[in-house]
């Protein structure tokens, strides 16, 4: 039986001041599922993740009440409350119970600046914690760090006073293992074991920006979907959505070879984003070994329009191979003409290379 | 230490000298410096360092001094400056008051974007002693080299540069030679993180050290002048215990443009002064060296305020310059720009050669206060638009400039195209948008440059792209990068609109980046017997500086090196011996 939490702290991309009502949270639309997992490190938590699994059979969200045993300086306690992820295993937020606040060394309860720095905390994916033994929780919380080293042995910045709850480092620092430890592996794992093409496709078509993410990573992690959803990947780099344009384009840059379909996608794709996907479009096909001459023939009408820049040209023109100065060849013909481009950037850099390849 | 306090003592032995009818007057050793500060960048391209009125729009206290003329009567009067934004004519004014009277000419504006003299006609000393001011105009960046007084009319000073420094030279009462400071060990040349790291691990191993740095603070970019965090992975290296002086020397504070007490000027001050074995020369700029054969035997330094030339002797030298002054001068083998794709294969390399490197960064700042405050339309700065305009209050890593020009010759330039960038969008924001931002008010802005990358140095190993990518294994490797390849472009959408002085970045940068070890045959010349480097000047590829120029990784190159040079020291070897013939020692000290 769930009590209500004093306070839910719960991750939304657009601020951290938004804060779902817990009655919000468990009354989503969708569909709890019970996963039984148990792990020896947090043997007394309830050994369930659950799962809100929507219509469209995709999780909304995960989540686990944890119940485990915190030690200050010391001195050890109980701490009670409910993590949750999102539909992809990204921490989503935390929820504390009413009567079980989060305390600090001295009992103090956590004030809602201590949980909003908690929150924030454990949003950071690389935190200095993750590189921390429990042993080397030392916080230095002095002004004057004049010809001291801080007073943790552990090589990583910045020091921990920046980013932990002040009394709370052991609190801080169990909650960003317990986010990012083995529960969000068996998050993963989860999600990991749906997956086939099928899955893929419903994620794709997801209305959430984490599903589509989520989808593209797991094509570029398993080679066996990449024929079927390559296509459809780059098309995403069209997205209104910069996150899923940037993991398409992330996951196009793991591609050593793209056939003429896939640079065509690419092709396309330029006059529907804005400057800076150009031009990282741009690069991704200049690293391509062959590049079809239909590519190569807009590339070279965008510059005859000056709208690629100098430098990029400079790397352009590598993709012209010798049998694009072929007699008949429109490569070759197009050349000529921007070799008396009134810019001239374009007509001495073009003359260069007719020179060079003579 | 030099610092300006003792500026006031040392100007009895400075450059103004006094011939029966001239006086020379460099106006850095003013006896009271007011608000303009020293400029020192430019010493190798337009002579000396200068004074600049870094007002930030508000006029600086006036500088002043008093200096004796060797006789009663009219004198000429010259000054060297330039109209830094002539467009069509700067905002750098200034006048000059003799006595008690001002000169009536406005320098600094007559749309001369040159160095070069201004004539501030004739001038009646009626008595010897006589107190002289430079008094600001605007607090937007006037500027001014010296102040020359002569009875003779024809006597007009020289503009070449050779000319010039000859007649400099001629009026210093310094004597011809320069000041030998005795013979160390290891001289370093730059005190940014590689070069106080590699100072300290010299040091620590008992090598006596000089470290000579232009500056009046340790750090380079990662000083309160410049204002760059550090970066770089250090919990992956091949040697973990590298890193740990470059731990020491940081504050742990991670951003850009920010208060100045984050960067640990201090810290790094306490760490070098607190080590016996090192001597430490700041505001003292390296500009040539002596040499037998392909081996450097002695450091010529300028100290920046004074003119005083030192004489640095070692039997090894490190290039911690960032623009590799050191090995240049000293005739060792560098590259410039972007190498062409038929030279090193790279994926990302240009087809040609080219002049493109990574831009420079200037940063800055602005507060929000409780009370409105005004700026000036500045039509002379770079003109923002509906179209097109920004709303940042500080600076970031992406404002960056100078894509297309000499990072070195043209370094001036590219610093005063950044004032003009962002003195053109703080008028924007404070008269187009007044509602918004009335409140807010500039607080600081860097007037040194930050640069990227300049001049690199070449190696008995040129790392580039493919060994990277290839994950190519090195028996000397020993640094370790994780930053990944970052390359920085100038933004297209700014480039639309600013072709040619793109002043907004974007990054390629490769954040899903293995570990690299990079080699030692990096960081010694492949043809100055004794000279190694560790900075952003080492011998890599444009590309592949991409990954290794953050400041923990340049740190931890100064590390290694140090260690280097006490083997060097121990067997009496060249740099490229202590990897042909004495490696595993070498691994073995950077493992312990």
Known sequence: MLRYGLVIWILTYASLSQVKSQSEYWTMDGTIIKHDYYHFSDSLSEPIIYELQGKDGLPVWFGRKVYKDVCETGECKMIDLWLFWDGTGNYHGFQVLEDEPLTKTDHAAFQDDDYRRLHELLTDTNSVLRFLNQDELVVDTSTNTLGKVDAYTSATQPSLSQVVVKDAVYTCYTLWHLVYGHLRNEILRIMNSRLSAEYLDRLLMSNKEEHKIWAIQSVTKNPQYQNEFNKKVIHLITSDNARVANAAIQHTQTLIHLDSVLQIELLNAMPEVDLNTKHR?????????????????????????????????????????????????????????????????????????????? | MWNHGIITLLSLLSYNLFANDKVWLEVEQFDNLGGWVVDAQFIDQMGSSYLLAHGLGEPVQSAVT?????????????????DWAPFPTGPGKFHISIGDKIVPKSFGIDGNDEWHWEYGGEIDIDGRKTEISLIDGSGFEGRVDVLYFTKNKNDIPP??????????????????????????????????????????????????????????????????????????????????????IVRELSTGYKGE??????????????????????????????????????????????????????????????????????????????????????????????????????????????????????????????????????????????????????????????????FRVIYGHWSYLKNKMFNEYAKWKLEWMAYNLGKRESRRLVG?????????????????????????????????????????????????????????????????????????????????????????????????????????????????????????NHLDEFLSMLEN
């Not at chain 2, 008093?66 to 400056?81: A, C, D, E, M, N």
């Not at chain 2, 920046?304 to 623009?323: L, P, S």
């Open chain 1, 281 to 358: 479009i741009l690069r991704l096909l200049l690293q391509l070994k062959d590049v079809e001459d239909v590519v190569v023939l807009n590339i070279l009408g965008q510059v005859a329009h000056q709208n690629i820049f100098m430098y990029e040209y400079n790397s352009i023109i590598r993709l012209i191979k010798p049998h694009h100065l072929q007699e008949g060849n429109p490569i070759g013909e197009y050349l000529e003409i921007l070799s008396t481009h009134k810019n001239p950037m374009i007509s001495n850099l073009t003359r260069k290379f007719l020179a060079s390849m003579k």
């Open chain 2, 66 to 82: 008093t200096i004796k003329f060797p006789s009663k009567g009219k004198y000429h009067l010259w000054v060297r400056t330039k």
């Open chain 2, 159 to 244: 503009s070449s540069f050779d000319e010039l420094s000859t007649l400099r030279q001629s009026m210093s009462k310094h004597p011809n030679s320069p000041v030998d400071v005795g013979k160390f060990d290891l001289v370093v040349v730059g005190g940014g993180l590689a070069g106080v790291c590699a100072s300290i691990q010299a040091a620590r191993l008992g090598l006596s050290v000089a470290l000579v740095q232009n500056r009046p603070v340790l750090g380079g970019n990662n000083s309160s002048e410049i204002r760059v965090p550090l970066q770089g992975d250090m919990d992956h290296n091949l040697f973990p215990k590298i890193g740990n």
């Open chain 2, 257 to 418: 443009a920010g208060d100045e007490k984050h960067y640990g000027d201090d810290l790094k001050l306490e760490k070098v002064k607190n080590e016996k074995n090192i001597s430490l020369y700041l505001s003292t700029h390296v500009f040539d060296v002596e040499k037998d054969g392909n081996t450097i035997s002695a450091a010529i330094g300028r100290n920046v305020i004074t003119g005083i030339v030192y004489r640095f002797e070692a039997n090894y030298f490190v290039d911690c310059t960032g623009d590799g002054t050191l090995g240049y001068v000293a005739g060792a083998n560098y590259k410039m720009g972007r190498e062409s794709f038929e030279e090193t294969k790279e994926p990302k390399a240009p087809m040609f050669i080219d002049s493109l490197t990574l831009g420079s960064t200037i940063h800055w700042f602005a507060d929000e206060k409780d009370t409105i405050s005004d700026f000036p339309v500045c039509d002379w700065a770079i003109q923002f638009s509906d179209d097109y305009y920004l709303k940042n209050t500080r600076g970031a890593w992406n404002w960056e400039t100078g894509f297309y020009w000499n990072m070195i010759d043209e370094a001036e330039k590219i610093r005063d195209h950044k």
């Open chain 2, 460 to 580: 008995d190993v040129f790392l580039t792209e493919l060994d990277i990518i290839n994950k190519v294994e090195y028996e000397d490797a020993c640094v370790t990068t994780k930053w990944g390849i970052d390359l920085h472009y100038p933004n297209p959408q700014n480039s639309q609109y600013y072709p040619g002085e793109e002043f907004i970045a974007i990054a390629d940068h490769d954040r899903d980046f293995e570990p690299y070890h990079f080699p030692y045959r990096c960081l010694y010349s492949n043809n100055i017997e004794n000279l190694f480097m560790a900075g952003r000047n080492i011998s890599v590829s444009h590309i592949a500086l991409g990954t290794v120029r953050v400041m923990n990784t340049t740190g931890m190159m100064g590390e290694v090196v140090g260690v280097a040079a006490y083997l060097s020291a121990k067997y009496n070897c060249t740099p490229r011996e202590v990897y042909q």
